[in-house]
């Protein structure tokens, strides 16, 4: 029996997309095996986002160099977002590759038998993702994904509603709707149902406990889809909001399509209609021609909002984009690093402050799995929890009580 390997890096939607390919080779006959030189065919899941995460494929491929000269008869593939338009260029710099298909795709050398349908994990974790939008049509000037991923596609309202009754048959509690901007779903079928509409399709399957969903954004983000969060009771209470920036001229020369004013009033509206709601964002630091005054007004946005969770970058161009070629990367590095530093240590305050208040309290947790010795799970509002347990709690909604916080998880038992 053929043995493949599928290594990922990047996105939610690449993680999702691998497992769905994992289950694709299966159905075809090959098995996973856990590593690169036991397979026969190696696929590469690939992540361009930032100059970090091209460096490691690079790396990966490079280091799989010396595998596929003693084994001329290994197959090498590379999907995700480094397969672009210009596949003979990527041929030249990549010969050890024998195949590049686009992310989101399966590998059309083995399509023996016509294309499959949509692929559903065979083996789901008890929170699995289930992707129902690929694509944007946003265009932010830093960002590589429309380029790569190509514009908005929805996938039908019954075909995810059928999708996510499966899982649940093969055990999946909770699932999590992926999308580049997961609000424009819909926008591009027929009647134009919206994620609120899916949403409470979803809200009917018996034996799925919970719902989420991520990446938001803020110019799309409706009143009805925050009272769907609001009242339909198997939609956590937490909701993903990239901001990318507090100075308005910033969020213009990145395309955002909103002011500060714009999300802060979102904020307002969310936290006013969903109680205990766990928010949050994502933030890019040292974009170019960004003043030590615009970074402040982005430290004291986030100072002031004190959300769940910050991500934060520092800018890098990005080959392609719009930004690559109107702004020069006029920060300095040691720069971008101090920024970046300082909003991971304001971060790192407020998510203390904001999880102690849990010190004592009882919380519902969907166990995901063991990490060292102990099970790990999150509650609604996504907050991370171990705790220890002699019983098979996998797949089980339990009640802990929190004995001990950090800014990073919860432990109780």
Same mark, same amino acid.
């Given at each position: ?125 008890? @929170? ?143 936290? @006013? ?42 800018? @890098? ?88 916080? @950090? ?7």
């Amino acid at each position: 029996m053929a043995q493949y390997h599928i290594w990922t890096i990047g996105c939610q939607m690449n993680k999702a997309e691998s497992e769905r390919l994992g289950s694709y080779l299966e159905q075809l006959g090959h098995q996973a095996t856990a590593t690169a030189e036991e397979a026969d065919l190696i696929v590469l899941n690939s992540c361009v986002v930032r100059p970090s995460a091209e460096n490691r494929v690079i790396n990966k491929l490079n280091a799989l160099n010396p595998l596929k000269r003693s084994r001329p008869n290994l197959t090498l593939a590379v999907t995700g977002c480094l397969v672009n338009s210009k596949v003979d260029q990527l041929r030249k710099s990549f010969p050890q590759v024998d195949y590049f298909f686009k992310p989101g795709e399966y590998p059309p050398w083995l399509e023996k038998q016509g294309k499959l349908h949509t692929i559903i994990p065979l083996h789901p974790s008890p @929170s699995t993702f289930v992707p129902i939008i690929q694509g944007c049509d946003n265009f932010c000037s830093y960002c590589i994904v429309p380029y790569r991923r190509g514009r908005e596609r929805s996938r039908p309202v019954a075909e995810i509603v059928c999708e996510v009754k499966e899982l649940v048959h093969r055990g999946v509690k909770e699932v999590t709707l992926l999308g580049q901007n997961v609000d424009s779903y819909g926008h591009d079928l027929p009647n134009q149902p919206n994620l609120a509409d899916l949403l409470s399709e979803l809200n009917t399957i018996d034996g799925l406990a919970r719902i989420r969903f991520l990446t938001n954004h803020p110019k799309d983000m409706s009143p009805k889809l925050i009272e769907a969060v609001a009242h339909l009771d198997k939609v956590c209470e937490q909701i993903s909001l990239p901001v990318q920036s507090g100075s308005n001229d910033i969020l213009k020369a990145m395309r955002r399509g909103y002011t500060v004013e714009d999300y802060h009033h979102l904020i307002t509206q969310i936290r @006013s209609k969903i109680p205990g709601v766990a928010l949050s964002t994502d933030v890019i630091v040292g974009f170019p021609s960004e003043t030590e005054e615009q970074f402040q007004q982005t430290f004291n946005l986030l100072s002031e909002l004190r959300l769940d969770t910050v991500h934060v970058a520092a800018y @890098s161009p990005r080959p392609g984009t719009i930004a690559s070629r109107k702004f020069e990367d006029n920060i300095p590095l040691a720069e971008k690093r101090e920024r970046l530093n300082k909003i991971e240590q304001l971060q790192e305050r407020i998510a203390a402050e904001i999880n102690r208040q849990l010190l004592g309290k009882t919380v519902e947790v969907l166990v995901e799995g063991k990490k060292k010795g102990k099970w790990q799970g999150r509650t609604r509002t996504g907050k991370l929890v171990f705790f220890s347990d002699t019983n098979d709690c996998l797949g089980q909604l339990v009640k802990i009580r929190i004995e001990k916080t @950090s800014p990073w998880s919860l432990q109780g038992k």
